[in-house]
């Protein structure tokens, strides 16, 4: 009968209202519960550089392993190792430093010289008596200029000259630096044959009196431009205070005894310019250990490549050299 028709068409739409209200209702209050629940987070107290963040594991899922392959082969043929930080790489407490933005690090002692970050040159602090050490506390000074920009220079015996003249003639082409041959000046820099053949150091900024930079006999002219930049006053690219911004570092594939390398300074050592981060800069190191590229210590965070520089300066180095000594 067509009055049958008309009930259940109508009962039917009544179920239809209801059931749309009643998840409306339900949305309602999932939403106002969501704020209650964040506020159950503790609150923090006391001064915020004093605050200890305690890091969150990260989930790392795991392959379907390929017929005839174990789940722990398929992880290790395909999955990329997390990018931990210091402190969860559970490292001894001296190491922490490399958590923070400082002055304040390590010098060890290499053959005659005392180096710091790999490179860099520094004068240890006078040791009591006859106490001996292969490691010091060290607080490196921020780098002093050269006046008007001006470098007196010597070559001393055992250094190809052309290597060296080749790296000057770079600052000349493109920057205000003016490197010149000493003639009883007092602040200079002796350009000095090393013991190793790879092996090339440089003091941070002018240190008054003699100053060394140190090239070991297979030291190209790009890593004689690297050494140049450190007398000038200039620390490593990925030093920076922003790396982490732009750099994944892989703290784990990196030897305890070179993790100092990459420890961040302050943007007067590093980015005294206020400059967007340069991966082309000569003073930028590779995305591997030195002398492994297999073994990958930082990766761009865009997940792009980039190689190193060791040939000239980069458009961001002239730029950083200009802003310091342009005027002085």
């Known amino acids: ?32 519960a969501l704020p209650a ?89 006078k040791l009591q008596g006859q106490q001996t050490t292969e490691v010091l506390p060290i607080n490196l000074q921020p780098p002093q200029a050269w006046p008007d920009g001006v470098v007196p220079y010597t070559i001393a015996t055992g250094v190809d000259p052309e290597r060296v003249q080749a790296a000057i003639q770079a600052f000349h082409e493109h920057t205000v630096i003016r490197l010149v041959a000493c003639d009883d000046d007092p602040n200079y820099v002796t350009f000095t044959a090393g013991e190793h053949p790879y092996k090339c150091y440089s003091f941070l900024g002018m240190q008054g009196g003699e100053q060394a930079i140190v090239l070991g006999s297979s030291c190209t002219t790009g890593n004689v431009i690297h050494e140049i930049m450190h007398a000038l006053g200039f620390g490593h690219t990925h030093s920076r205070e922003d790396r982490d911004e732009y750099v994944e570092m892989f703290w784990h594939h990196i030897p305890s005894t070179e993790k100092l390398q990459y420890q961040k300074f302050p943007a007067t050592m590093t980015n005294p310019a206020n400059l967007d981060f340069d991966f082309d800069s000569v003073l930028m190191y590779p995305d591997h250990l030195a002398g492994n590229p297999h073994v990958k210590v930082m990766r761009r965070r865009d997940g792009k490549p980039f190689q190193t520089n060791r040939t000239q300066l980069s458009a961001s180095d002239i730029a950083q050299v200009n802003f310091v000594y342009d005027g002085l």
């Open 1 to 32: 009968m067509p009055w049958r028709y008309v009930l259940y068409s109508t009962c039917l739409i009544f179920l239809m209202i209801g059931a749309t209200q009643y998840g409306l209702w339900r949305a309602t209050q999932a939403t106002t």
């Open 37 to 125: 629940q964040l506020q159950t987070s503790p609150k923090r107290t006391g001064p915020a550089a004093l605050q200890t963040v305690t890091p969150t594991p990260r989930a790392i899922s795991t392959p379907a392993p390929a017929k005839g392959q174990t789940h722990k082969e398929a992880s290790a043929a395909t999955s990329t190792p997390p990018s931990l930080s210091p402190a969860e790489e559970g490292l001894p407490e001296e190491w922490q430093i490399l958590e923070t933005i400082g002055t304040h690090t390590l010098a060890f002692k290499n053959g005659e010289h005392w180096v710091t970050q790999g490179d860099l040159l520094v004068t240890p602090p």
